[in-house]
Each structure stands twice: as structure tokens, then as C-alpha cells.
């Protein structure tokens, strides 16, 4: 009985987020037109996280004629949560524009969330802010010790959804250098000119081949829309970034064995 009452209950949570998911992308399409930024819907983050997670599994289904409505497409991804997740956005535009976005050349997360009413549209295209001040801790860390990254934005104009990319160079390994990228997304945006501060910490460990020991080079950019789309996105403003990683320890080699295991 605990078992079954169990279940029920998980799907009953499944059934509450997505109907929640669905009720605020609704609110979104809904919300009357406005010239100043609102600051973004809950839904950015959980649209965001999804097309991370799957976009390449429903592009995959899409290409291989793998359904002709939301759901049918949908339910194809292996995680359930992220394909409720799919259905909810995909039933917003309808399947032809759902494909249309999916299966176009350049695809960015936050552009596509963008494109689906889920993240806000950045209407600033130059002189939007400077930063203000950042900051990398330690410069000089052993190997698998996540790095401390504090970086202040000051906004002199409404910025859309945006993210921080923060992408280095390191070491040669297996005869190519190794980078360690990562992305920080800023769902809300920046509503109003101001003072903006974001923290987040840069993992050296988790990985399935181990993050080497060395000297480390690159930049740490702040960006509206996705940094890396070069068509859509805009960056804001960037600072250099360099460390040094140490060496691991015995113990940290353990945790990583751990780590890998859990993975697999």
C-alpha cells in the first residue's frame, strides 16, 4: 500500500508541475505588452534547464519523423519530468513552429525560451552597463576544489535574460588542451538600471576523465541572450580570468572515484 500511495503521489507532483509549467508560459503569452522588462517568468529557468538537458533527444526524434503532435514527439525523451516539460512548451506554438525553432541551424537555449515566451527579449543593443567589479577565489587551488566566482554587474539600461559564460584553456591532454567551460544563466535579467551581483562557484571535479593539473587562461563574459550565439546575443562586457590548479590528494582522487561511479 505505502508503495502504490507512493507512486500515486509522485505522479500527482509530476501532474502539479507541469500543469503549474503550463499555466505561467499561458500567463506569459497572455501578459499585456509593455517597454519596460518585468524581469522574466519562473518558467526561463525550468525551460532553460530542459532544452540543456534534451534538445539534441528531441531534435533526434523530430529528424527521425518520430511524431506529428506535441506529445507524440514528446514523450519520446527517456526523462519524464523534461518531457511533460517539452509537451507544455510545444503546445504553446503548436508543433509546426515547435519544429521549425528545434530544427533550425543555430539553436541557443535562452534564444529558444525566448522565441517560446518562457525567458524576456533583450531590447538593449549597446552601451547597456559595464562590470562593476569581479573577483576569482583561490587563484591557486588542488584539483577537484570548486573556484569562487563574484561578479558585479551595473546595468545602465533594462536588460532581457542573459547568462554568464565563464570558459578556459589549460593544460595539453590526450594531445589537445583541455577547457573548462561553464554557463550561469540570469533568468530574470536585469529589470531596471542598477547595481547587479551574481555568485557561483566553477567545479574541477565530476568529470568522466579527471581536470589536470596546471596553469589555466580565459574570460569570464556577461551577456544578454546566449553568449555564444553570435547572431542574437549580446555581450555585455568581459574580464580575463587565470589559475592555477594543483596536484590532487589521495583524498580527493578517492572522492573523484566515488564521483565517477555514482555517475555510471
Known amino acids: 500500500i505505502n508503495a502504490e500511495y507512493g507512486t500515486i503521489r509522485n505522479k500527482l507532483a509530476t501532474m502539479f508541475v507541469v500543469f503549474v509549467f503550463s499555466l505561467l508560459i499561458m500567463l506569459a503569452m497572455a501578459a499585456p505588452p ?3 522588462l518585468m524581469g ?9 534547464d530542459f532544452f540543456n538537458c534534451c534538445l539534441d533527444d528531441v531534435v533526434n526524434v523530430i ?5 506529428t ?3 507524440t514527439v514528446c514523450n519520446k525523451i527517456p526523462n519524464k519530468l523534461y518531457a511533460n516539460v517539452c509537451t507544455a512548451l510545444c503546445d504553446v506554438v503548436g508543433i509546426a513552429a515547435f519544429t521549425a525553432l528545434l530544427t533550425n541551424t543555430d539553436t541557443y537555449p535562452i534564444q529558444l525560451c525566448i522565441d517560446l515566451d ?3 527579449a533583450n531590447k538593449c543593443t549597446a552601451n547597456c552597463g559595464r562590470i562593476d567589479q569581479f573577483g576569482l577565489t583561490p587563484q591557486v587551488s588542488q584539483t577537484g576544489k570548486p573556484l569562487n566566482v563574484q561578479l558585479d554587474y551595473l546595468a545602465k539600461l533594462p536588460i532581457g535574460s542573459g547568462e554568464i559564460y565563464f570558459n578556459v584553456v589549460g593544460p595539453d591532454e590526450l594531445g589537445s588542451a583541455r577547457v573548462l567551460s561553464q554557463h550561469e544563466l540570469i533568468a530574470t535579467g536585469m529589470a531596471k538600471p542598477g547595481n547587479y551581483s551574481y555568485k557561483f562557484q566553477v567545479k574541477t571535479s565530476g568529470y568522466v576523465v579527471p581536470v589536470p593539473a596546471g596553469l589555466y587562461k580565459g574570460n569570464v563574459s556577461i551577456c544578454a541572450g546566449d553568449c555564444l550565439d553570435t547572431k542574437k546575443g549580446l555581450v ?6 587565470q589559475f592555477q590548479l594543483q596536484g590532487s590528494s589521495d583524498e580527493d582522487i578517492e572522492e573523484h572515484r566515488i564521483e565517477i ?4
Open 34 to 36: 509593455t517597454d519596460e
Open 40 to 48: 522574466g517568468f519562473d518558467t526561463c529557468g525550468v525551460c532553460w
Open 118 to 120: 518562457s525567458c524576456t
Open 236 to 241: 555585455l562586457d568581459h574580464r580575463p580570468v
Open 63 to 67: 529528424v527521425n519523423g518520430g511524431g
Open 69 to 71: 503532435t506535441c506529445s
Open 261 to 264: 561511479e555514482l555517475q555510471l
